[in-house]
């Protein structure tokens, strides 16, 4: 029997095991972990040790380093502060990646790394940021601020992005990743089709998706945001007929072709929420997505409803945020405080 492909006149794509066994990560989770190992590389170049025969206490000492020196230059807040938990746990994965990889016993997995997290946890005593939600008039102020940025020529490129970026990622309750992940054929606008208004945003990959099915937010066109008419406004000023459908800009205002990056997203509410008078310290890119679901409960949206927007796996969360947002309704202390 013949196995080759290519005399049968099949098309069967071949794909290695490197391949697939690249792939069954989620891009930012490859990216993060790619982060985690150069920082534990660097440590072991620092003190002159190889990280590829690292030991538990190589492992162990360097989660110490790092928790007493700040080395994350990719922050946007917090610069001056030792590395979270949460990143310490992600060198970790990191590690244990890629020493899986290789079929190497990971020095990351020994216990005594385990009771050094553990005693680095109970020192830090650190409460878990969470940054706070923009409610639906802090969007509707943001936007505006661009507004009128949009009115001096050498601004208006920019301003007219921003105010879609904090507008659509707004309304879609969508997270960073999904932002810089959406291209141009990804927004299908229903005028015309149906009579209706509105939008389809169809995100290719999310987290509650990591095996890329596709997801899909309907997006209304809105009286006061307007989330869908300064999409189409971006779109017509910037000209773009391909590629990603937020991108980088080169003085000037020129398209550069390339997606906005996570951490361009949250630099960029942070520099806006700055300009209408919020501390941007308190927000990040999340903001937007926690708003969206705040906002909504506040206005006493279903639970199944938001569920829909933000595609949350699980209503926990969504359940958290609703609680937060609803903590002074009929308070149990209103009528004797």
């Given amino acids: 029997m013949d196995t080759d492909s290519s005399k049968d006149g099949g098309s069967?794509?071949?794909?290695?095991?490197?391949?697939?066994?690249?792939?069954?990560?989620?891009?930012?989770t490859r990216r993060a972990y790619r982060g985690g190992w150069r920082k534990f590389a660097a440590y072991c170049g620092?003190?002159?040790?190889?990280?590829?025969v690292a030991t538990p206490e190589h492992v162990a000492e360097f989660l110490v380093s790092v928790t007493c020196v700040q080395i994350s230059r990719g922050a946007t807040t917090q610069r001056e502060k030792p590395l979270?938990?949460?990143t310490l746990r992600i060198c970790l994965a990191a590690i244990n990646r890629w020493y899986g990889e290789r079929g190497l016993a990971s020095?990351?997995?020994?216990?005594?790394v385990a009771s050094v997290l553990r005693g680095l946890g109970r020192l830090a005593n650190e409460r878990p940021r969470q940054v706070k939600a923009l409610r639906e008039h802090e969007i509707e102020a943001i936007v505006a601020h661009c507004d009128r940025l949009a009115a001096r020529r050498e601004c208006r490129v920019m301003a007219v992005r921003d105010a879609a970026v904090i507008a659509v990622g707004f309304a879609g309750a969508l997270r960073r990743s999904e932002i810089c992940g959406?291209?141009?054929?990804?927004?299908?606008?229903?005028?015309?089709?149906?009579?209706e208004g509105g939008m389809l945003l169809h995100v290719r990959r999310s987290k509650t998706d990591q095996l890329g099915e596709g997801q899909t937010v309907a997006v209304p066109e809105g009286t006061f945001i307007r989330p869908v008419d300064r999409l189409r406004r971006w779109l017509d000023l910037s000209g773009a007929t391909t590629g990603p459908?937020?991108?980088?800009?080169?003085?000037?205002?020129h398209l550069r072709g390339r997606p906005l990056h996570p951490t361009d997203i949250a630099r960029l509410v942070k520099r806006h929420v700055s300009a209408i008078g919020l501390d941007p310290t308190d927000y990040s890119g999340h903001s937007l997505r926690s708003g969206f679901v705040t906002s909504a409960a506040i206005?006493?949206?279903?639970?199944?409803?938001?569920m829909e927007v933000t595609r949350h796996a699980s209503a926990a969360m969504v359940i958290r945020y609703?609680?937060?947002?609803?903590?002074f309704e009929d308070h149990a202390g209103a009528a004797f405080l």
């Fill in 322 to 327: 609703i609680r937060q947002a609803n903590a």
């Fill in 182 to 195: 959406l291209r141009l054929e990804d927004a299908e606008f229903l005028n015309g089709r149906t009579g």
């Fill in 12 to 28: 069967h794509q071949t794909v290695s095991v490197r391949e697939a066994s690249r792939t069954a990560l989620a891009e930012n």
């Fill in 107 to 112: 020095p990351a997995r020994s216990p005594k």
């Fill in 299 to 306: 206005h006493s949206a279903r639970l199944d409803k938001i």
């Fill in 84 to 86: 979270a938990l949460g």
């Fill in 46 to 52: 620092r003190e002159r040790l190889d990280p590829v």
């Fill in 245 to 253: 459908l937020f991108q980088t800009l080169w003085r000037g205002g």
